[in-house]
């Protein structure tokens, strides 16, 4: 019963942020960058989507093409399959059985294979991908960047100098264990 009592009063406290970020924007657009796009938008976005210019970026082609399939209410919705990263080059990707786990960095397994599921980090294959820096790639003004890059939401930063001094809001997914090898943790993040 408490749990069902918490989820409604979370549920109608969601309903009331989105009724009042629906009246504050008015006919006003946000525009969210999405690094690590795989799965779908965050609900919280969701419920304001007809307010969102959404650009998504997800370099698994797995997961791209899901994301193609998948409908939206955006104001406009930017999909690329290309990686982000600090620099433009090339890089190595680890694409894993699990479409969301696929990573520059290798799924460290002394780590990972201590919990259920852990199959999903199992190594398909490893290919060489092209790279470029949000700076390079985003003309727009950006409002929010959400970074879920599986360990690169460090090095994807250190290309975004530019389009960092606009944002309003950053949302980065950084560990607090190494999830794959050599990631940079928490502290490294923070701290930069």
Known sequence: MKSQIKAYLKSREQRKLTKYMKNI???EQLTLLDIGAAGDMENRWKRISPLVNYIGFEPDERSYNDLLKKPNKCASYTLYQKAVWSKKGVISFHLTRGWQQS??????????????KRDRFDLIKKIEMETDTIDNLVDAKIDFIKIDAQGGELEILK?????????MGLELEVGLHAIYLNQPMFNNVVNV
């Open 25 to 27: 924007l008015s006919s």
């Open 103 to 116: 990573s520059h960095y290798q799924p460290n397994h002394n780590f990972v294979d201590n919990f259920p």
């Open 159 to 167: 290309g975004a100098n530019k389009t960092l001094d606009h944002v």
